[in-house]
């Protein structure tokens, strides 16, 4: 069993930077691969980056692609996204997620255990 809880969300004009921590607990952290999703009102949750259990890889959707950057540090039981150059289309709810099987990484069902989100809001 794995418990995420989301911080660093906020308020923050076009253009800043935010970062995102996701807090596990559970003694299994280390061997999941992580998530972040987003889900804006009325939109489905869509993928926004993922890393492996060993922080080797790591995974974009296009529209983050070389803005966000996904990490993690096993010891702290933690995985951050750093998110730069901050568009009002980013804004949405954001979760990670924890997936012990891996697969899919893009996708809502090859995770298990999800936060319970943390509002990004972005001012044009």
């Known amino acids: 069993q794995v418990q995420l809880v989301e911080s660093g969300g906020g308020l923050v004009q076009a253009g800043g930077s935010l970062r995102l921590s996701c807090a596990a607990s559970g003694r299994t952290f280390s061997s999941y691969a992580m998530g972040w999703f987003r889900q804006a009102p009325g939109e489905e949750r869509e993928f926004v980056a993922a890393i492996s259990w060993t922080g080797g890889s790591t995974y974009y959707a296009d529209s983050v692609k070389g803005r966000f950057t996904i990490s993690r540090d096993n010891g702290k039981k933690t995985v951050y996204l750093q998110m730069n150059s901050l568009k009002a289309e980013d804004t949405a709810v954001y979760y990670c997620?924890?997936?012990?099987?891996?697969?899919?990484?893009?996708?809502?069902?090859?995770?298990?255990?999800w936060g319970q989100g943390t509002q990004v809001t972005v001012s044009s």
């Open positions: 997620a924890a997936s012990p099987l891996g697969g899919t990484y893009y996708s809502t069902h090859a995770y298990t255990y």
